[in-house]
């Protein structure tokens, strides 16, 4: 009777550890709201890490997304910010790309950053986008995949931002 009583409790932990775990790792869609937050908080953190500038734009490529099993999403993106002066029309004046490891959560029923990490520099570039990134989406990281799209996207709201501020 005990031995039996014992399996039974055995089983329901370990049910029940398997079923919370099973949230994590699991495919995430990304919405408008998530997207903008990102967005919104990379601008915030780069303001003051490169040249001021008149305006500063920020677009990425999402490689994907998943719960991660603390009751917030992963989300694994190639972001590239720019900042231009009216006066030097499109030209850079200060910018970056690189991947990045963006953690969401749910907050106060919108959606908040609390965690962003960026590769290392140099000889680490590559090693620590594979301990960020999931294999899946590492190699697209590191190559840079998709990046020439996303620099379209934001050539396309400068070029916008310079017509509406003639």
């Known amino acids: ?25 699991k495919p ?20 003051n890490k490169y040249l001021k500038t008149d305006k500063q734009f920020e677009v990425h490529k999402l490689y994907g ?9 992963d989300v694994y993106i190639y972001s590239v910010y720019e900042g231009f ?8 004046k200060s910018g970056g790309s690189l991947p990045a490891l963006v953690k969401l959560k749910k907050i106060d029923n919108q959606y908040k950053v ?19 990134f999931p294999p899946k989406y590492a190699n697209e990281a590191i190559k840079g995949t998709g990046v020439e799209a996303i620099q379209h996207q934001l050539d396309k709201k400068v070029n916008e931002w310079l017509e509406n501020a003639k």
């Open 1 to 25: 009777m005990k031995k039996g009583f014992i399996f039974i409790i055995i089983g329901t932990v370990l049910g029940a550890l398997l079923m919370g775990c099973s949230q994590e790792n």
């Open 28 to 47: 995430v869609k990304i919405t408008n709201p998530m997207d903008r937050a990102i967005s919104h908080y990379i601008l915030k953190y780069n303001k």
């Open 65 to 73: 997304a998943s719960k991660n099993g603390k009751g917030g999403i």
């Open 85 to 92: 002066d009216k006066e030097s029309k499109n030209k850079v």
């Open 114 to 132: 609390i965690g962003y990490k960026e590769p290392d520099d140099g000889s680490g570039w590559t090693p620590s986008i594979k301990k960020m």
